[in-house]
């Protein structure tokens, strides 16, 4: 792949996945500036691209560490040598305690629990091993996915936390994903202020029963302008902002898209119609189809497993077979999964190749 350093985009074998290093480095630094003016910590979650190069960047400008979904995420990133890890899910299975204990000796490795039995667990693990294990109590703040579901069951957990040796209790987490994609503006910012109103009065809750909170993490790409400016927040965990998608564009986040998938022309079976040789194998279609990038009025109709139909707009002739084409995919962390390696371009030009680190680490 290294191979391709150097050469145009038209030289890629496809599909590919590629990212527009400009437009990546616009992302990753509004964000970053975000955070600085408004004085909160930034731990992207780098579920969305497992790319350790690019949370490295992400490092660079100023992000406190990052979040990860699953413990092979962790793993794989303290790998490539990030240090200061959020697992914002419960790791539960006692092999993977383990592991997670384990992980923890390399690593500033902290994890999301939301149940006593698991808190128990964890503690026993890394009592035998003489570790201890920095915990975030995740609060469901409306969602309906993990996470305690009141007060009074939060503030128990707190208690048996603290008391658990082999436990430190680090903070509380939320996750307002219910409320990301919300529009009108207005309406995302009410029901976001809500979710984030349960954390903060769970924060406050934990903190008059003498239970400290130094890290409430919460935050999506699509909240970050409204869960950022309350200040009990101390981390956002946003995720889709560096390379962005349509989804998160349908709705108006104004970051820039950086994120493409290449294909070629493979057939022109009419005069309207252009197959591409990426399907549903090489592209998300988990928000919907595609959109061409720079065919004005062109159409993707169908995303069969290995073929992208595209529609052409009455006229339009071009492109023709052999021609390279790029697609915008409707949701970035569901096709970076699907690739080994980005393709990272500044002006049509291959810069780098970046392996997708944790690519498939889901256990
Ligand atoms: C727990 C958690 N935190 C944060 C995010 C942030 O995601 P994004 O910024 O891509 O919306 C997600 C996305 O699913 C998530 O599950």
């Known amino acids: 792949m290294h191979y391709m350093v150097g050469k145009p985009l038209s030289d890629i074998e496809t599909p590919a996945l590629v990212l527009d290093a400009d437009l990546l480095e616009h992302n990753i630094e509004k964000m970053a500036a975000f955070a600085r003016n408004q004085g909160v910590n930034l731990r992207p979650h780098a579920k969305t691209h497992k790319c ?30 990030i240090r ?28 999301a629990v939301d149940n006593p039995d698991n808190a128990r667990t964890i503690s026993e693990a890394a009592q035998r091993r003489g570790q201890v294990i920095k915990v975030l ?22 208690d048996m936390i603290v008391k658990l040796p082999g436990l430190e209790m680090a903070g509380l987490m939320g996750y307002e994903g219910h409320t990301v994609f ?7 910012e009410e029901q976001c202020l809500k979710a984030i109103g349960v954390l903060v009065e769970t924060k406050e809750a934990l903190n008059s029963a003498g239970f400290k909170t130094e890290i409430v993490s919460s935050g999506g790409t699509g909240t970050y302008n409204i869960t950022g400016l309350n200040k009990n927040i101390t981390e956002l965990q946003v995720g889709s902002y560096s390379t962005m998608d349509l989804k998160y564009r349908e709705v108006g986040l104004d970051f820039h898209l950086a994120l493409t998938v290449l294909g070629t022309v ?17 592209i998300t279609r988990e928000f919907g189809l595609p959109v061409a990038k720079g065919l004005e009025g062109a159409t993707v109709r169908a995303l069969p497993e290995e073929h992208c139909i595209l529609e052409l707009s009455a006229g339009n002739t071009s ?44 256990h």
Request: proline share 4%; net charge neutral; charged share 25%.
């Open 52 to 81: 350790a190069m690019l949370a490295h960047l992400q490092i660079k400008a100023g992000a406190i560490g990052i979040t990860c979904a699953k413990l092979s995420e962790a793993e794989a990133m303290a790998h490539a040598g």
């Open 266 to 282: 493979i057939s022109r079976p009419d005069r309207q119609t252009v197959i591409l040789d990426v399907g549903m194998k090489g």
């Open 182 to 188: 919300l529009t009108p503006f207005r309406e995302k």
């Open 319 to 362: 492109p023709a077979v052999g021609d390279r084409v790029e697609l915008y995919p409707t949701h970035g962390c569901t096709t970076f999964n699907l690739y080994d390696n980005i393709h990272v371009c500044r002006g049509g030009i291959v810069e780098a190749v970046w392996p997708v680190t944790a690519r498939g680490a889901m």
């Open 84 to 111: 200061d890890i959020l697992i914002a899910n419960q790791v539960v299975a006692p092999e993977k305690i383990e592991r997670l204990v384990g992980l923890s000796r390399y690593s500033d490795v902290k994890v």
């Open 137 to 158: 109590i995740e609060r469901d703040i409306g969602m309906g996915r993990c996470g305690t579901r009141n007060l009074e069951e939060t503030l128990r957990l707190a």
